[in-house]
Every structure is written in C-alpha cells, then in structure tokens.
Nanobody, 121 residues
C-alpha cells in the first residue's frame, strides 16, 4: 500500500514562494519514481515535476523550469517541491504522485489527497 500526504499549500502573492512536501514511506521513495502534478479550476491535471527513484534525474514542465526545484529529505521521507517566483497561473491543487513514468510523463497509480496553492496577482 502506498500512502502519500501533501502539505505546504496556501495563499501567496505573485512573486512569492511556497514549499510543498509529500510524505511517503522510505520504501515508496526508494522504489518508485515520484512526481508532482497540478490541476487548475476547469483544466485537466498536468505534469509539473518528476524525479527518478535514484534521485539522479529531475524533470520539469517548461512552465516551471527555473522557478521550481524538487528535492528529497531522506531523513524524514519527504519529497519536496520548492516553488519560487510564483505566478497567478500556478494556482491549482498540487498532487504528489508515485510511480510516475519518465518515458512518457504519465502519472503512476498512486496519488495524494492534494494541497491547494493560490497565487494572487
């Protein structure tokens, strides 16, 4: 069983920063590629960032490159997404995903409950 719990969302002004965390088991983080997706109101869920289980490779959507950075806190079993220079179009519910496929950028089968990010302009 794979359990994912996101936290860290909130309301921030444009240009600000937020740090999202996804809590998962050590086994999940070491055996599955992990990703972040988001869904804006009225839009489909989209890929934001993905990370290989080896922690070697990171992938980012063009819309967030240079602004978002992923990392892992292995001591706390956390997947982290640091989001800087936030824009209004970054608003949405952010989901942690386990089993993400780096070959086609499709999500895996496991999702967290999501955390709301709202960027005011």
């Amino acid at each position: 069983q794979v359990n994912l719990v996101e936290s860290g969302g909130g309301l921030v002004q444009a240009g600000g920063s937020l740090r999202l965390s996804c809590a998962a088991s050590a086994r999940t983080l070491s055996t599955l590629n992990m990703g972040w997706f988001r869904q804006a109101p009225g839009k489909e869920r989209e890929f934001v960032a993905g990370f290989s289980r080896s922690q070697v490779n990171a992938y980012y959507a063009d819309s967030v490159k240079g602004r978002f950075t992923g990392s892992r806190d292995n001591a706390k079993n956390l997947l982290i997404l640091q989001m800087n220079s936030l824009k209004a179009e970054d608003t949405g519910v952010y989901y942690c995903n386990a089993g993400w496929n780096p070959n086609n950028y499709r999500p895996g089968a496991y999702w967290g409950q999501g955390t709301q990010v709202t960027v005011s302009s």
